[in-house]
């Protein structure tokens, strides 16, 4: 780490230091720049701090100051853990009010850099969890190792924000923090005003068909996901090839290390003609809403963003029975399939193309729930309320506050 990024810019003094942490930068840069300009509009210094972050423009330019961590992705990489928790410890040095931690390895070591910390000087720490590794479809042994580790942070931590009902049964239930502690958010928020047919030009979207070669009513299905054998891409290519509208075509959107396996699956079930690979785009919403549906067949999920996006668009979804699915699905916006049931996907597609009317339905009510519950700025409002009330309970002391631990320090930029 080098001086400058261990010596950021103090000239604007601000009410509230809130530090966001992550393993990798695209975390912070695809989902909470939002959330940093609200804050920083509120007169909060805003920082950030993962691996990539001093070569991101994005959050150099959102951030008040921007810290690099030679943060690895992998649990079984001891070195880079080690080296992790000491940068991580620099960072926390500069002493912010409240940090905030996505993505599971980023959490555990920044949790734990921080339970090394005097009380008068350790910040509130908050962790997002975008789906616990251990859930319902996870083997015994696992769900095991990682429920302890979420045991034994959890100690370290002082609100748990879960994002879909799975979780949050299971951190009360295994008490992970006090049951008080939990805090269920929709998700991170989906601007659905980007989100939105009418922030699409309908002629980009005729023109995806025509580059796909489909007809305006000709049935087109969606995949947006990473190649992997969590996300089960494959299951949809084997169900276009069970389906009766042999017409049907299918558009996956993504890359992974899967690519070459879900590649050589369309020959074998012989629809390479009528299935496209469109690889990463900057702006998916012209080819989500030219879909007749979005699939998502994963077998793990937190609370899927790609759900979302599609409901925003009025696109109706077809996805496993993975948590957090049914919530944003619910029983009259899509259909759900069990997990791995390909034969099930299959006619779920059928049925999409089979019942247009339905289908356009199911798409409204999509977009009514998203804008209902999940839009950005509700979001980004419940957590506002979640920090105040963490600072409102340091400020009350221990006998008053969260009863985690006690009050780690009353800061002269706390708001009046």
Known sequence: MTDDQLSPDRSQAASVSLLYVSTVAHTI???????????????????????????????RDAFDAVYELPLSRSIVDLKGLVWGERAVADVLATRPDIVHVHTPIASFVTRFAASRMTEDERPLVVYTAHGFHFHKDGG???????????????RWTDRIVVINDEDYSAARRY??????????????????????????????????RLDIGIGQDGPLFVVVAEFNRNKRVGDVIEAIASMKHRDAKLLLL???????????????????????????????RPLV???????????????????????????????????????????????????????????????MVDHPQERVAMGQRGRTRMVE????????????????????????????????????????????
């Open 140 to 154: 015994a042994a696992t769900n095991a190792v990682f429920r302890a580790a979420e045991q034994l942070a959890g």
């Open 254 to 284: 993504g890359s992974g290390r899967d690519r070459d396996h879900l590649e050589a699956l369309t020959d074998r079930e012989g629809v390479r003609g009528r299935v496209r690979f469109g690889g990463l785009v900057d702006d998916v």
């Open 29 to 59: 840069s695809h989902f909470l720049l939002p959330y940093a300009a609200r804050f920083r509009a509120m007169g909060w210094r805003l920082t950030a701090a993962a691996s990539g972050a001093s070569t991101d423009p994005a959050l």
């Open 289 to 351: 809403s030219a879909a007749t549906a979005l699939v998502l067949p994963s077998r793990r999920e937190g609370l899927n963003r790609s759900i979302m996006e599609a409901l925003a668009l009025e696109v109706p979804v077809i996805a496993s029975t993975a948590r957090g699915n049914q919530e944003l699905v619910g029983s009259d916006a899509g259909l759900i399939v069990r997990t791995g049931d390909i034969v099930g996907i299959a006619a779920a597609m059928d049925w």
């Open 373 to 416: 519950d999940y839009d950005l700025q509700i979001v980004i409002r419940r957590h506002e309320a979640m920090y105040r009330q963490m600072l409102d309970e340091r400020r009350a002391g221990p006998d008053q506050g969260s009863g985690v631990r006690p009050s780690v320090r009353v800061s002269p930029r706390m708001p009046s």
């Open 175 to 208: 008490r992970i923090v006090p049951p008080s502690h939990v805090i269920r958010m929709p998700g991170i928020g989906i601007d659905t005003g980007y989100f939105s047919r009418s922030a699409i030009d309908p002629e980009h979207t005729a023109q995806v």
